[in-house]
């Protein structure tokens, strides 16, 4: 639902009366960001399945493997971080807003390292971070500050359908951009922002939202000449106000060929146009609950703000665990690890898809990392949420997201063939099992 859709009589603006005053008007008990909101996430729906019924194979849900979940890692620094008692009571008493500092100088060092900007002053770059519990709240947090009801975000199609919530959320539309193999397509940007020059609505847009590395749900990144690009259409782009690029980074660990690529942030010289936000919820541990976020200089002040009015400040404990977790040098073996496991996962997923899968027609391109593969069915087999194929799939005992769940409803038209699978938190047995009981589905709804 987007701004424009609540024009109703609960939320219409009241025309002053000759005296001056508004007239009595009758209002919703909610305000419009609720309705923004809507009902229950679909999300929340698929999940609900899962869990009334567990015998069903989840090749939904984004979550980690719970068999590589660092629970030796986590031990190991809990009893360093519980063994010094003027630590341990820092760790157990409110932080700062922006997070603990010896945290951020760790993170900025590896950011250096990871993106060759040896250029850049640890500390300078420190001081521009923000931690959170996880990524969502910056995502929510900096999207909040640079957009107003109305504004438009322009996303890759198909894209991170949380996120696609929480601009929803905040009146906020989202359209869909043109990808493929290689990300959002640069040219496609540029022809979206002509239309809406021309349509008047050039001022809208604001900002360009892009997860850099292994997409959810497509498994794509954005190739080195399209960051590039995109920077460079971000400043070209920018007239009556900047536009700014809003990097999900969230996957960028879960690599399994070739080599790291510098990031869209570490492409725009002075970081004035990127907002660059990390994760350790899919690399360490998702229950630990730590984001970070490097912010340009002027949403630094509006995000930290806003932040301050919501939580004082998140869990500085967590922040502690993993800043020794870090410094204990236990991170960094724990993602080879990590890589090794799902790389294996990926190979069995794409042997058996082609197996089950390719024979009735479907498309798919290898992911070099993430957690996700995205199908594409032949025309006129429909993924959605109340298609007869979605049935089908349960009652064979397998969950899969609808692609339509991951397209803006502004944009790129919304294909009806394409799906989510994800290798995260399935067996090898039941990544085979779910994959072979999908094929099943997919004949049936063929016949």
């Not at 040896?118 to 923000?130: F, H, I, N, S, W």
């Not at 998140?314 to 991170?331: A, D, H, K, M, W």
């Not at 899968?357 to 006129?380: C, K, Q, T």
């Not at 899969?400 to 790129?412: F, K, N, T």
């Amino acid at each position: 639902m987007n701004a424009a859709d609540i024009e109703t009589e609960d939320s219409a603006e009241p025309t002053a009366s000759a005296s001056g005053a508004a007239p009595c008007a009758r209002r919703s008990p909610l305000s419009l960001r609720a309705a923004w909101a809507g009902g229950e996430a679909p999300i929340s729906r698929l999940m609900a399945r899962t869990l009334d019924r567990p015998e069903l194979i989840s090749l939904a849900a984004g979550f980690v493997d719970p068999d590589t979940l660092p629970v030796r890692p986590t031990k190991a620094a809990l009893a360093r971080l519980t063994a010094d008692e003027t630590r341990l009571r820092a760790a157990l008493q409110y932080g700062t807003t922006i997070g603990l500092s010896s945290l951020r100088r760790r993170l900025a060092e590896r950011l250096i390292a990871a993106d060759g900007r040896g250029d850049l002053d640890p500390d300078e770059l420190a001081g521009r971070m923000v931690l959170s519990a996880g990524s969502n709240p910056l995502l929510f947090l900096i999207s909040d500050a640079l957009l107003d009801p109305g504004d438009i975000v322009l996303c890759a199609a198909p894209c991170y359908f949380v996120y696609l919530g929480l601009a929803g959320g905040l009146g906020v539309r989202a359209v869909g951009v043109e990808s493929d193999d290689d990300g959002i397509v640069p040219e496609a940007v540029e022809d979206e922002l002509r239309r809406r020059n021309r349509s008047g609505e050039g001022s809208r847009v604001k900002a360009i939202y892009v997860t850099s590395y292994y997409d959810n749900p497509a498994g794509r990144s954005i190739s080195a000449r399209r960051r590039d690009q995109l920077i460079e259409i971000a400043r070209r782009w920018s007239r009556e106000q900047p536009i700014f690029l809003l990097e999900d980074a969230a996957y960028r660990e879960l690599r399994y060929e070739g080599d790291d690529e510098p990031s869209l942030w570490s492409r725009d010289g002075d970081g004035s146009r990127t907002a660059y936000v990390g994760t350790f919820s899919k690399s360490f541990s998702p229950g630990i609950r730590v984001g970070w976020a490097v912010l340009p200089p002027q949403l630094f002040g509006p995000v930290t703000s806003q932040k301050g009015h919501m939580d004082f400040g998140s869990p500085t404990f967590n922040q502690y665990l993993i800043e020794t977790v870090l410094r204990e040098g236990l991170y960094d073996p724990h993602v080879e690890t990590l890589r090794q496991s799902y790389r294996g996962k990926l190979d069995v997923m794409i042997e058996v898809v082609a197996e089950h899968l390719g024979p009735l027609g479907a498309r798919w391109s290898r992911p070099r990392g993430g957690l996700y593969l995205w199908v594409e069915l032949p025309e006129g087999i429909d993924t959605g949420l109340n298609s007869s194929l979605f049935q089908r799939a349960l009652d064979e005992g397998v969950l899969y997201i609808p692609g339509e769940l991951c397209y803006p409803s502004e944009g790129v038209q919304r294909p009806a063939g394409g799906l989510r699978l994800c290798f995260g938190i399935p067996s090898i047995r039941q990544i085979c099992d779910g994959v072979a009981a999908l094929g099943r589905a997919i004949k049936r709804a063929q016949a």
